[in-house]
Structure formats: structure tokens, C-alpha cells
Nanobody, 115 residues
């Protein structure tokens, strides 16, 4: 399974971005998927996850109400709609996918929020 993120960039505080993560390979075996992020000098942290069918989602408290995760299984893609962005959201955002008991990661996409 390969995961490729896109959609990062530079945005002003209060703005919006939508990240995409396209899966390829043995996509039929992918279960839950989600997003994590890592800011400079900090550990990677959880952002949001979505179940394989897309019926259930979870969010970190820091993004709840501002970010929305969604999934299009026909396109083997998940999305992260990020609204009301804050400078503290600046980080490299990584796509994550679970296949059986193995974790897969994308290469990351940079999101920078200016104040």
C-alpha cells in the first residue's frame, strides 16, 4: 500500500485548506485511515481518523469543530478539510492507513499558517 498526500501550502490564519491522501496498491485491504501531524521540534501527534466504511470519525480536541475528515472509497482517497486555521496548526501532515496489523504512512505535506 502506498499513500500520497497533496494539498498542503501556505495560508493566513483563519483560512482553509483541504488535504488529500490517495492510496494505491492493495487498497482493498485498507481499514481505518487518518491524519497525523508533526511540528518542528515536536513529536508526531494524532489529528483525526475515519473507519473503513467512513461511518465513524474521531478528532483530536485541538482540531475538533474546525477540521473534517472524509473518505471516498471509490477513489481510494481520504480528505482533511481544515477551516479556521491557526498558526499552531503549522506542521507536516502525514496520512496514515492500517492494513491488518501494519501501519502505512505517506511522505507528508507541509501546512504553514501565517499570523
Amino acid at each position: 500500500v502506498q499513500l500520497v498526500e497533496s494539498g498542503g501550502g501556505l495560508v493566513q490564519a483563519g483560512g482553509s485548506l483541504r488535504l488529500s491522501c490517495a492510496a494505491s496498491g492493495s487498497t482493498f485491504s485498507i481499514g481505518a485511515m487518518g491524519w497525523y501531524r508533526q511540528a518542528p521540534g515536536k513529536r508526531r501527534e494524532y489529528v483525526a481518523t475515519i473507519t473503513s466504511g467512513g461511518s465513524s470519525t474521531n478528532y483530536a480536541n485541538s482540531v475538533k469543530g474546525r477540521f473534517t475528515i472524509s473518505r471516498d472509497n471509490a477513489q481510494n482517497t481520504i480528505y482533511l478539510q481544515m477551516n479556521s486555521l491557526k498558526p499552531e496548526d503549522t506542521a507536516v501532515y502525514y496520512c496514515w492507513g492500517r492494513v491488518w496489523r501494519d501501519d502505512y504512512w505517506g511522505q507528508g505535506t507541509q501546512v504553514t499558517v501565517s499570523s
